[in-house]
């Protein structure tokens, strides 16, 4: 069972930053061959992709984030990072993390993340 355990959420005003991160309970070589994501859902919506990193580093983001949001990993620390600068209030949501691998998926509890305006 691997664990991914988000911290780094609250409240944010508009056009601000925050961090989150997701660290994994899993090996370092688990870790190394699985892609990592942030999800978010937002009351009444359905979870969306925000971004994802590949075991090689490759990227991708939801056109909504582009420019703003960044994503990295740290295998040594078995953490993932979502930099979020330029906040929106429509970036109100839960934030989670989604590890896959090899037919494998595990999902985080969940860090709320709130931007007002």
């Known amino acids: 069972q691997v664990q991914l355990v988000e911290s780094g959420g609250g409240l944010v005003q508009a056009g601000g930053s925050l961090r989150v991160s997701c660290a994994a309970s899993t090996s370092r070589s688990i870790f190394s061959i699985a892609a990592m994501g942030w999800y978010r859902q937002a009351p009444g919506k359905q979870r969306e992709l925000v971004a994802r990193i590949t075991s090689g580093g490759s990227t991708n983001y939801a056109d909504s984030v582009k420019g703003r949001f960044t994503i990295s990993r740290d295998s040594a620390k078995k953490t993932v990072f979502l930099q979020m600068s330029s906040l929106k209030p429509e970036d109100t949501a839960v934030y989670y993390c989604?590890?896959?691998?090899?037919?494998?998926?595990?999902w985080g509890q969940g860090t709320q993340v709130t931007v007002s305006s």
């Open positions: 989604n590890a896959a691998w090899s037919g494998f998926e595990y």
